[in-house]
């Protein structure tokens, strides 16, 4: 309601399991309806007992049939009676979006796990939203709470052509503060040109573009307001050569040894521990593992600073050691 104070968030929502652990519940919801929002860009509704809530920015891991798992993040509404996520089809991924086009039917039951939300609104006294394609999904709802609590925001959403860019409708009913550019009519817009104004700058979409908003962040020393949510994980070419360390599975009383060169979650997965994995780039969150002692080098893209200077946590699939050991709850 415009005039109440913004309903944000200190910590990620999180749709957590049992007490004490990070591990989010595991739900089978049944497909309500597919709508083809864009030019390959369908929307799944799902619905089903005991939705978990939500806040914008959150996603929700898919689980498909071949038990691999692809992020999508909520598009609908935080207060709606069902979950919508919209894939964009990629014929040359990795199946996910594949599997969603082709196979799945209204009436389909579909396994999902989450919420999880690491890109979550801070509070802050305006907000940039800078979307590329289907990367508008965490954004729209940002930009619907925002206007709606009457926050100080903008909104530019980019793409090529307007028969590929999912919901206008719903960008146009937010009004002048959100604005449409084609690049294929008018090139992409000066990315500068964007960033005025105070507070966060949230971004979503091809790691071009994150990379391009970077940069003009950099460049007027204002490299911190930046909030970013890859589709793919950066080069990261300064990162230093992986060392070794040991594990020590607290659950399952094993000790092993991660070698140089070698992922803490192959190291896992070959011990037998099952960890849930999609990426293995640092930025879905699918291997997310609870952290009890040691200090971790955190190589993801996913944890905010707080939660890295936490510690609770880590990604196995690209985070390390910082010292000789950790000990993990698996
Ligand atoms: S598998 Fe995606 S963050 Fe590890």
Redesign the pocket.
């Known amino acids: 309601m415009k005039g109440e104070p913004v309903t944000l968030v200190d910590h990620p929502l999180e749709d957590a399991g049992p007490p004490g652990r990070r591990e989010p519940a595991v739900r089978e919801l049944t497909v309500r309806g597919l709508v083809l929002e864009a030019e390959d860009v369908l929307t799944v509704e799902l619905t089903g007992a005991g939705l978990p809530a939500w806040t914008p920015g959150a996603h929700v891991d898919l689980i498909i049939n071949d038990g691999t798992v692809r992020q999508y993040s909520l598009c609908g509404t935080p207060d709606a009676t069902s979950l919508t996520v919209a894939v964009r089809h990629e014929p040359g991924g990795r199946g996910g979006s594949d599997w969603v086009h082709r196979a799945l039917r209204p009436g389909d039951r579909v396994t999902i796990r989450g919420v999880k939300n690491h890109f979550e609104l801070e509070r802050a006294d305006g907000y940039v939203l800078i979307a590329g394609g289907v990367g508008i999904t965490p954004l729209l709802p940002m930009a619907e709470r925002l206007a709606a609590e009457g926050r100080a925001w903008r909104l530019a959403y980019i793409g090529r052509t307007a028969a590929r860019m999912p919901f206008l409708e719903r960008i146009r009913a937010l009004g002048p503060r959100a604005t449409v550019h084609e690049t294929a009519v008018s090139g992409r817009p000066p990315i500068d040109g964007l960033l005025d104004g105070p507070g966060l700058v949230y971004v979503c979409g091809p790691g071009t573009l994150i990379e391009a908003v970077r940069d003009a962040l950099d460049a007027r020393g204002q490299g911190e307001r930046l909030r970013a949510e890859y589709f793919r994980a950066p080069d990261d070419a300064d990162a230093a050569e992986p060392g070794a360390f040991t594990l020590r599975l607290e659950r399952s009383g094993l000790d092993l040894a991660v070698p140089a060169g070698r992922s803490a979650?192959d190291v896992v997965t070959e011990a037998g521990v099952d960890v849930l994995?999609?990426?293995?780039?640092?930025?879905?969150?699918?291997?997310e593992t609870t952290v009890l002692a040691g200090e971790v080098d955190h190589r993801?893209h996913?944890l905010t600073a707080r939660e890295r200077a936490a510690n609770a946590c880590m990604?196995?699939?690209?985070s390390r050691a910082a010292g000789p050991r950790l000990v993990l709850d698996l």
């Open positions: 979650l994995r999609d990426c293995e780039e640092g930025i879905c969150g699918s291997c993801d996913v990604m196995l699939c690209v």
